[in-house]
């Protein structure tokens, strides 16, 4: 059922269109080397936005220190905010039809994600 929701979600959810941003953006960070741990993070994000379906985020364990705090802060400042401004557009588009009320549960997540994504995993799910 994961394979037909991603499917779906790639053509239907926005998911190719938020994964482009996510690439876009982490190849601009990694050009320096202050941003290359945010280039990462932009990857990891652009992965599960292209594959939602049978994923799970958890914290990982680096939640609780100081440093992943502040790179969160810095994430949030420097386009966190704009990203999660993206799914939540998108969530709302996708509620507006049955159909899509999944896709917009899954952009929900990812904008949650989006804002704070430091300290996190993400697990394949076990149903």
């Given at each position: 059922?994961?394979?037909?929701?991603?499917?779906?979600?790639?053509?239907?959810?926005?998911?190719?269109?938020?994964?482009?941003?996510?690439?876009?953006?982490?190849?601009?960070?990694?050009?320096?080397i202050?941003?290359?741990?945010?280039?990462?993070?932009?990857?990891?994000?652009?992965?599960?936005?292209?594959?939602?379906?049978?994923?799970?985020?958890?914290?990982?364990?680096s939640?609780?220190?100081?440093?992943?705090?502040?790179?969160d802060?810095?994430?949030?400042?420097?386009?966190?905010?704009?990203?999660?401004?993206?799914?939540?557009?998108?969530?709302?588009?996708?509620?507006l039809?049955?159909?899509?009320?999944?896709?917009?549960?899954?952009?929900?997540?990812?904008a949650?994600?989006?804002?704070?994504?430091?300290?996190?995993?993400?697990?394949?799910?076990r149903?």
């Amino acid at each position: 059922m994961s394979l037909l929701g991603n499917l779906l979600w790639i053509v239907l959810g926005g998911g190719l269109l938020i994964f482009l941003q996510y690439v876009v953006s982490g190849i601009g960070l990694c050009l320096t080397i202050v941003g290359i741990p945010f280039g990462i993070q932009a990857f990891k994000l652009g992965l599960l936005s292209l594959v939602p379906f049978g994923k799970e985020v958890v914290p990982g364990p680096s939640a609780e220190g100081p440093l992943a705090i502040i790179m969160d802060v810095l994430w949030l400042l420097f386009g966190g905010v704009w990203i999660a401004i993206t799914h939540l557009v998108l969530a709302v588009i996708c509620a507006l039809t049955i159909v899509g009320i999944p896709f917009a549960v899954q952009h929900w997540k990812l904008a949650n994600l989006a804002i704070l994504p430091f300290g996190k995993e993400i697990r394949d799910r076990r149903d």
